[in-house]
């Protein structure tokens, strides 16, 4: 559980100020309601919340808002979204899915790009005009947004502010930086579902949702530690002439050793992406009996882009990808960790009868 820190002062008056709501109404101590999830959190505050989002280089808060129904609740060095929130952009796939899981995404009045979507209802609604298309998140068109009249805008957050937040901020339209693809353990990537809930008056719907997700995870952990085998995973491709690995910090790694297997650069550090040339990848995985996330969906295509990766002992046996249906994985996966977990424990002990089928994942041939 984290920690929520209260500043101090010589003034005890001064220090009660700062850490109270500004309400005539008598507002209980916050609690944290985050256990995984690293990069926001989300202190209850009897029926109001406030939203922190954490710098995922620094650590440190770079955003503070405060989550209530009651207009007339503030705290000082906050900015107020009232609840429930109705008009969302939302330029993330994994927003997505957490709002289906919610059954809010009547909430979406907005999406990145429709060629990315796979909500059938998103879908739908797209087709019909009700959700407009507003392209990149480095280029919105302002004049689009305005006339849609969203309440809040969900960015990926990859770069350190959203193009025109001032400015929309200013026509009473809040920016919010989604970091859920940056959580290091994968019930920290499920766990925003939470802000989701917070935002949407959802909160019982999100918390049943996730503590559900979160058992089945643990039992799938618990389940593998059991099994015998501890096969070794490779994960990643080939761009240029580099290899992009997930690091031994990233959830990937996180994943294949919950799955009980033994991923090859489990030394590495990092939460990003580890680079290798083809060459150090052939010599260090001759022997490796797994190989997750090629970024092609057939053996033909990922030969076509370089033929020597016929090298790599798992490319005749051993290759699985999401690749059958990407949007699906991307909106869903991380919502659905038990469903990775669970696919990765088939591939990896597919002898073991802990899972009887591929749920993201198929076998590339």
Not at 76 to 105: C, F, Q
Not at 121 to 149: A, F, H, M, W, Y
Not at 200 to 215: H, I, L
């Amino acid at each position: 559980m984290k920690v929520f820190i209260f500043f101090t002062s010589i003034f005890i008056l001064l220090a009660c100020e700062e850490t109270s709501i500004d309400t005539k109404k008598n507002v209980p101590t916050g609690r944290s309601i985050t256990d995984y999830a690293s990069h926001f959190e989300l202190i209850e505050f009897g029926e109001n919340h406030l939203l922190h989002f954490m710098n995922p280089e620094s650590g440190e808060i770079e955003l503070r808002f405060l989550l209530s129904s009651d207009i007339n609740v503030s705290k000082k060095g906050y900015t107020n979204i009232t609840t429930p929130t109705s008009k969302l952009i939302t330029l993330s796939g994994t927003s997505i899915g957490m709002l289906s899981k919610i059954k809010m995404t009547d909430q979406v009045v907005g999406v990145s790009n429709k060629n990315y979507i796979y909500n059938p209802s998103i879908i739908k609604r797209l087709n019909s005009g009700d959700v407009i298309e507003v392209g990149e998140e480095s280029n919105l068109p302002l004049e689009t947004i305005i006339q849609v009249k969203p309440e809040i805008i969900l960015y990926s957050g990859f770069g350190s502010e959203y193009p025109g937040s001032k400015k929309l901020k200013s026509l009473n339209i809040l920016s919010i930086p989604i970091y859920d693809w940056r959580e290091t353990h994968p019930l920290g990537k499920a766990e925003w579902i939470k802000l989701f809930g917070a935002l949407t008056n959802r909160k019982k719907e999100a918390d049943a949702y996730f503590s559900a997700v979160e058992s089945s995870y643990f039992e799938l952990k618990e389940k593998a530690t059991q099994l015998n085998s501890n096969p070794t995973v490779m994960s990643g491709n080939l761009l240029g002439d580099t290899w992009y690995t997930p690091n031994g910090d990233s959830f990937v790694a996180q994943m294949i050793k919950d799955a009980h297997a033994d991923y090859k650069y489990k030394h590495t550090h990092g939460t990003g992406s580890h680079q290798l040339s083809l060459e150090e990848i052939i010599k260090d995985n001759s022997k490796t009996e797994y190989w997750i996330n090629p970024g092609l969906p057939t053996k033909d295509e990922i030969l076509r882009a370089n033929e020597k990766l016929k090298y790599i002992h798992p490319i005749n046996r051993g290759t699985y990808c999401y690749s059958k249906n990407s949007n699906r994985f991307w909106e869903l996966s991380a919502i659905e960790p038990h469903h990775v977990l669970s696919d990765f424990i088939k591939i990896f002990h597919p002898d073991s009868a802990i899972t009887d089928s591929l749920y993201f994942y198929d076998l590339v041939k």
